[in-house]
C-alpha cells in the first residue's frame, strides 16, 4: 500500500507459495482508480491502518521490556 501512496521508489521482497500474476502500474493510475472507485482507496487505507496499528503495537512491547531493563539494572 505505501509503494501505491508514495511518488518515489519504493521496494518490497514477497514470497508466494503458489503460483501468482503480478501488475506493475503507475502513480498516476493508482490515483485515477482510487477516484474512480472510491472503495478500493478506501480499504487500502484501511489497511495501512491496521498495519500502522499493529506496528505501534510492537513498538510500545519493545518500549516496555526496554524499561523494565532499565529498572531491573538500576
Do not use: C, W
Amino acid at each position: 500500500e505505501a509503494a501505491m501512496i508514495r511518488t518515489g521508489p519504493y521496494s518490497i521482497t514477497a514470497k508466494a507459495e503458489v503460483s501468482v500474476q503480478t501488475a506493475r502500474f503507475s502513480h498516476e493510475l493508482f490515483v485515477r482508480v482510487t477516484h474512480e472507485y472510491p472503495m478500493f482507496g478506501r480499504q487500502v487505507l484501511v489497511n495501512m491502518a491496521d498495519k500502522l496499528g499493529h506496528s505501534m503495537r510492537e513498538l510500545e512491547a519493545v518500549r516496555q521490556m526496554i524499561s523494565r531493563a532499565r529498572v531491573a539494572g538500576s
